[in-house]
């Protein structure tokens, strides 16, 4: 086999010593030196000339990906005009990389070219020490009586916001359910609750967000997203830095309040810096990641009417109006749907990562600098862990079937190891308050015409037109 020449192994040790520390003017001492190893011994075609494989990534990835993996198997290579790399395929790819046992795999270098002037010094694009470090701090911020304040504060705002559906007429579901996120996460993550204040910071979090998705990045037209984004950072920053002193004075529910008094290891406050970096991270990671959760759930639910009503029977035998933390675990099928929808249509398609050495895969070698890519998208569908994977059927995460638990790694939506994802529980706790108040007040349904989920998965798992369903009142 053709393998590519071996990486200078003290420039490996010193990158993952800087990465450990986050010493910043290093790492991009190191980025600025590298040069991409040859990818020309590894499986898969190059593309069309110039784009590559853009266009499949742009329209259906999904579909792509499986026709590689049953041509070339585990180990694809891919291109586009702005980044290639390689997709490494399957539960065992999966543990590899996202469990990173060996430190072979970097988050900054392959999450900071998308944050960067954005979203900096977040907890994802840390790596191993200093990640360890960081993510401890956080982790205080989702424990049980945090997560039970959000509550208090999203379920009145989450019910009020369903009402005000029209009854009867299609709705743009994906509008609707942006918008209703934006409005509760104004004051479940920044406490904020007037009107025009919401609207501003609404507009600059949304700038932001789109300029993630901006491949050109050019930060000096000022019209150009990417410039937008970067501005729209400038004035939620300015915000937060703003109220710090404020909110270290009182407990506040909200996400804001419970950063504004996380301690690190030697019992100080962090820097008012880290709450606001962590703040507006995780404002982005919880907004567009739930919003595509509940509309292919809501998809799902409307071509599944039957199941549907089984929820709905769910919902109204807790006999309650609203709901706590303790009512949620009550809630198991519709626990079950949200994760069932997930399995269909994660909505992140793409988990990066950096290859720091080389490494061997399914009798390959991947080179160190390559881009490194897994995907929940194949292993979701995989006949070997899944009954008729193409299936609506959330039993299977009933714990008698329990068909997500054959192997730790097959199911990913919320990827895994070290960086697994920390909102989970709030974005299931968040997802059941929602459908509990839709579905105790709407039927919903859809065009029949509407024959399958049209989608597309870059930056993320959105229906491409805007999921027109139809809630009539009960
Ligand atoms: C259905 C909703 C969600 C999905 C599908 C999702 C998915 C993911 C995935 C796949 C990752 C791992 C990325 C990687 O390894 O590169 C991740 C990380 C993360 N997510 Fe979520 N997420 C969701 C909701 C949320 C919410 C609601 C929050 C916060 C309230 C959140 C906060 C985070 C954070 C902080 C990380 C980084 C963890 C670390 O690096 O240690 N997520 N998420």
Known sequence: MNTPASIDGSKQC?????????????????????????????????????????HPFLTNIHEWLDKQYKTYGSVIKFRTPLLKGVYLIGPEANKLVLQNQDKLFSNYLAWEPTFESLF?????????????????????????????????????????????????????????????????????????????????????????????????????????????????????????LSKIKDKRCSEGKDMFSHLCHLRDDNGD????????????????????????????????????????????????SLNKDSVTFDDLDTLEKTGWTFSEALRMYPALVTIPR????????????????????????????????WTNPTTFDPRRFSPERSEDKKDFFQYIPFGGGSHKCLGLHFSQVQGKIFLFHLLKNYKVTKDPKMRSYKYNNVPLTFPTDGLPLTFTQI
Do not use: C
């Open 269 to 316: 406050f962090i820097s008012d810096e880290q709450v606001k970096d962590h703040l507006l991270f995780l404002l982005f990671a919880a907004h567009d990641t739930t919003t595509s959760a509940l509309n292919s759930t809501l998809y799902a639910l409307a071509s599944n009417t039957q199941w549907q009503q089984e929820l709905r029977e769910e919902m109204l």
């Open 14 to 54: 010193e990158i993952t010593d800087s990465l450990s520390r986050y010493d910043i003017k290093k790492i991009r001492k190191f980025q600025k030196d590298t040069k991409r190893p040859p990818d020309t011994h590894l499986p898969g075609d190059t593309g069309w000339p110039i784009v590559g494989h853009l």
């Open 354 to 385: 950096y290859a720091l050495r080389d490494f061997e895969f399914n009798g390959h070698t991947i080179p160190a600098h390559t881009n490194v890519m897994v995907s929940p998208l194949l292993s979701h569908y995989m006949p070997e862990y």
């Open 120 to 240: 900096n010094n977040n907890v994802l694009q840390r790596d191993f020490k200093d990640h360890k470090t960081q993510r401890k701090i956080l982790q205080q911020a989702f424990k049980r009586n945090a997560i039970e304040g959000h509550i208090e504060l999203m379920d009145p705002l989450l019910n009020k916001g369903v009402l005000q559906l029209n009854s009867g007429y299609p709705t743009q579901t994906l509008d609707f359910v942006k918008r209703l996120l934006l409005t509760a996460g104004a004051e479940v993550f920044l406490g904020v609750k007037s009107a025009p204040e919401v609207d501003t910071l609404n507009k600059a979090f949304t700038d932001i967000v789109n300029a993630t998705a901006d491949p050109l990045r050019l930060k000096s037209l000022w019209f150009s997203p990417y410039a937008k984004g970067v501005k729209g950072n400038k004035v939620i920053s300015r915000f937060i």
